[in-house]
């Protein structure tokens, strides 16, 4: 029972983590496009590249998560 807890704890790690970058890119995107939005270009290539990294770690700790689950019984 306590591998079961300990693995729903990482798995909600596993999505609150990306939640949390998503959030603070985004803030970051938006206050860098007010202070200069001409530079609306680089900022979006960067933030981009930030979200598709924070999905993909994401997705690999999930399948990890959800590999992990699958032998505890």
Request: net charge positive; glycine share 4%; hydrophobic share 60%.
């Amino acid at each position: 029972m306590s591998r079961n807890i300990s693995l729903v704890i990482i798995f909600t790690l596993c999505v609150l983590g990306p939640c949390a970058v998503f959030a603070v890119s985004g803030f970051a995107s938006i206050t860098a496009l007010g202070r200069n939005p001409s530079s609306a270009p680089k900022i979006f290539t960067a933030l981009v590249v930030v979200l598709v990294a924070a999905q993909a770690i994401s997705l690999i700790a999930m399948l990890i998560v959800f590999q992990l689950f699958s032998t505890a019984n």
